[in-house]
């Protein structure tokens, strides 16, 4: 099955929704669905990938799928960001070594969102939960088609870099 939307605003998204991973519940088998978002900035695009099992088998879902440190569903199996064309993966908060300090070690952060403006790029962050620590936001400078330059900022960046 595909699902395409269009979202106009400072970047074009689509998404594409697909089946991915599986488990055997009880004879019936719960497939994932990906779906992908790319937004896109110019000179380069950013594909951000979700892939999730039904929200109604959380309690179901096997060991091997859970995201070890993350704090929300565990329904979702993966989210990543990409930078094309080249592939470059936007790390996470606590990859990028000078700003691994800055963020709660036990936390997996997943990327959930990206807003960009030329060579500009702010990816945001969930780990789960409603808390101070639960969402994070980098600025990376996309140079060649991979993040560069990582920096920790904050919500209203976003919504300035949005507008």
């Known amino acids: 099955m595909k699902l395409i939307k269009f979202f106009l605003g400072a970047a074009f998204v689509v998404s594409v929704q697909v089946n991915a991973a599986s488990f055997n519940l009880d004879g019936k088998i719960i497939e994932s669905d990906t779906v992908e978002e790319i937004v896109d900035c110019g000179s380069y695009k950013v594909r ?16 091997e799928y859970k995201i070890e440190g993350f704090y929300g569903s565990s329904a979702i199996v993966e989210k990543s960001a990409l930078i094309f064309p080249g592939g470059a993966r936007v ?42 620590e639960c969402e994070a936001f980098l600025q990376f400078e996309v140079v060649d088609g991979k993040p560069t330059n990582a920096k920790k900022v904050h919500y209203g960046q976003v919504q300035v870099l949005k507008n």
Do not use: H
């Open 48 to 63: 951000l990938k979700s892939e999730q099992f039904p929200y109604k088998y959380e309690m179901e879902i096997p060991e």
């Open 91 to 132: 790390l996470s908060p606590s990859e990028i070594k000078s700003l691994k300090s800055l963020y709660p070690l036990d936390r997996t952060y997943l990327p959930t969102s990206a807003v960009c403006k030329g060579s500009t790029l702010i990816v945001s962050y969930w780990s789960g939960g409603n808390c101070k």
